[in-house]
């Protein structure tokens, strides 16, 4: 089955509306750790976690390799299908939307800062191997706050989240994969869309799907330049005039 509508990957405030206003500085308790609620216990809940049983996958379908152009990429190990579940992942890190939102960007620093300090060795590891577009692009060092913001996705209740694995995953404005959430799990599911050749890269989309995913393809590089650094040379833009 094919998705039609892509998901919207969160992207960085506006610079323009951040406050220097210290004076309502926010504690830390306003901003709770994100916990995910278990499932409702019942007949229908239960039938969808064994059903869920089956949608693991057994061995990865996909390695992590550096690309001539665009840094670490995903490429299949084998066909992959349309519906086909290439990778199940839990979040790193969970911002809430009211964390996100925050024109402070010293608080939500502070706030990140906190949160991978809870980390392990290796999961903070993971976290400091990603790209900040931002930080490349002038030419200085990465900061926490532009690695999460270059690599999160939206999550449940309109949180931003990190999953390190999937934000191998490279844009293309016509992906083979798109990423679902599913709060019965507190995962996020990378899907086939399209069928996937082993050696061909796997890609989703950045773009906003009703909005820059559906326009022009000066829009689409504007769009992505701009909050990635990058000017999308996927096959679309590429054969577009």
Known sequence: MVLTDFPVVKTLPDP???LSNKANLLKDEDFPVFEIADPPESKEASKAQEAIKDE?????CFEIKKTKLKGQGMFATRTILPGDLILREKPLVVMPDKVFQNDDMDEVEEWLEKRLNRLSAEDRE?????SDSKAELAGEDPTILG??????MNFIDDSAALFPTM?????SCVPKADFITRPDLGVQ???AVDK???GEEITISYLPASAEGSDVKNV??????EWYGFKCQCGACLAQV
């Open 16 to 18: 323009k509306s951040i």
């Open 56 to 60: 693991t996958i057994d061995e990865p």
């Open 126 to 130: 993971k976290f400091f191997n990603l």
């Open 147 to 152: 690695i999460f913001f270059t690599n999160d």
């Open 167 to 171: 934000a191998r995953a490279n844009h």
């Open 189 to 191: 599911d990378l899907v």
């Open 196 to 198: 996937i050749e082993a």
């Open 220 to 225: 689409r590089q504007s769009y992505t330049l």
